[in-house]
């Protein structure tokens, strides 16, 4: 098929629709708020579904939220082509994370109606729910729906920290729809992201071809102490189950760091102590923490080397430590056709490209496993993510959102 | 003036009361959650003023809180002996810590009201509000107040965590006082508390004779880091501020153990991290610590020690550690008299004794800088107190009781 890089997306046009995003949820600091099926999430939801629809696309909405907006085709055997991201973002998060990938669909849509381009695959932009698991755990769940690996009464019952659960978000907000939706209705799917690390903004490279994903661990750990009184209660008698929290929290920074040079990290992230009052030794902690590597089968040796440590760490803080659930996800590569597309379009650019994983966990990284599926990275500014001074410039996505239309045309019109 | 210890309280009695006392806010576990001002707490003030006044005391209750139920005496220029304690508790706490104090208080009164028994000073017993400090901080509150160590306005503008605050509280109780009650109207204090420390009941001690106090240092500390993406950002760009407190929890708790010989102990008791969120780094981290020493001068170095430590804590986490603020209180001697007076009662009984420090905070070292003051301890199984296995036997207490009512008896007839 021919090259068709004459045909270029609207930045401009894009960037007017990113701008209108970061109104719904705006922090005072300039980033957004907007937790999966907040007010502010069904506001931007309704936008979405408005400019879709102004687009020409017909709109179908799954039983966990995912909003799918297809652009018909000319060949009514090839299946959609999915393309987009997520309109969720965490709780003090930036305006481009998930939201580029979204909106970039829709300019694809749009950009294929003002040159009346037909598609031989449709092509359908689609919004995940609930994605940054800011709101409700584990993160990526809309995505986990639709590819069956969770069920939706599993998803339904997660519970936000007010209690209230992501299936009454989703009648609350209007988002619960009836069609069914699965992942063997689809050809496969391109998803355009910031990269939320450095490197292409460290390097001032153009276009990420990201070929796989990081291997990801996520875990829960319970320490166990005993309470007293702060005072009298002499060193040898106490198990502090901060003290025991902070062995852990030193050994898991420990392990990231011996892993660093070859790509690995490790966090503590979350923390919730009991009684955590005045006068009161803990006696309980949890905590959530993660590691990540390029390769599965070191993430799962940094994994054992932090459970190896678990009772020397005991006998440190005299308490008891218990790495309660987990859960793990990327390690995969993604497809190498779809990669390829990528990759070629970004050369027919000359735009400059850095091969790369993931760290990030990613919605693609789900339907990886049943699609053919490729991602593209634009460069951020620092790398800095999930964080209200997230930055990305009209220049930073221009060349990202170029190279997605192009593969997707590739893919959507390929014999 | 004689001997007099052929009167003795009615253990049974009181222990009655205790276990009365026992039903309002129990736990789950067998323990008391009563918390300063809460619903449980105005029930088991009632009962205490039911009490007193059954026993023919006059009650006044001041602006803070505090009750003062007093027993006449015969002298109208000799000024009331108070004799008391808090009935408040901590969240998780125990069934005597605070309560012994006050309801022995009562049993004096009983006991010297069956005796037909007049002294020449009037004997008042008190419950201070606020103690533990576990719903408005700091504790101590009523007896800081009383002592004019803090204003009224002050103490009205805690808020416990529902943002209720402590004024609101006292008038929703119907607590809050009119009578103008100050340390000058009165002769001396005498506390009587279980120790919250093991010494006794490890040595199989029947009393403790209190001496003074540790010198006590609270304060809170800030880190600051910088949240970001727990996937995609390297190590060396992290400023993870839970590393940052990982690392001070240890410093604080090396401090402890490298004093732990001469009495010496610090906590990391409490945390909060934000945004404590799945899949973003934490980028702040307020923790409250505490340093205790039998020495004034030690605790000062034992806080300096920390301080000169936190531009290498903060290399180390890549954080800012800034100390908030912070409080300190004891480090005094109780007066010599009246410490006197509870070690020859306690001879004169033949018990077993250890001379002591406090190293709880209790009222009785505010009172100390404005009245004569001694306390009295009793064992307690274990040391365990602020937790709601918190234990003592009939027998345990038994001997403190009657040193209570002996030196008393002794300060309320000298001549």
Redesign the interface.
Known sequence: MSRQTNIRPDISRLWSTLMRSAEIGTTPKGGLKRLALSDEDAIMRQQFIDWCEQAGCTIRIDPIGNIFAERAGTDSDAKPILVGSHLDT???GGRFDGILGVLAGLEIVRTLNDHNLATRHPITVVNWTNE???RF???MIGSAVFTKQKSPDFAYSRLDKDGISLGEALRKTGFKGEEIVSADQFDSLFELHI????RLDDAKLQVGVVTGA?G?R?FVIEIFG?????????????R?A??G???V??AI?AI??AH?ETG??S???????E????????DYVEM?C?M?HPEEAVVIDMLGAFKTQIPELEARSRCRIVVKEGWSYGGMRFDAECVDLVRTSAKDFGYSTLELL????HDAMHVADYLPTAMIFTPCEG?????EAENVTLADIEPGVNVLLQAVLRRANRV
Not at 195 to 198: D, F, K, L, M, R
């Open positions: 965490q709780a003090r940054e698991g800011a755990e584990p993160p990269e939320q690390g450095p990081f990801v996520g005993e309470t007293g009184h702060v005072g009298p209660t002499p060193m040898p008698a106490r502090n901060l003290v929290a902070a062995h929290t030193l920074d990231g760091w660093h690995g990290k966090t503590t992230m979350r923390i919730r102590a009684p955590n009052l005045l006068g009161a030794l803990p959530t993660d990540r993931t760290e990030a966990g790398g800095l993510s999930h964080n």
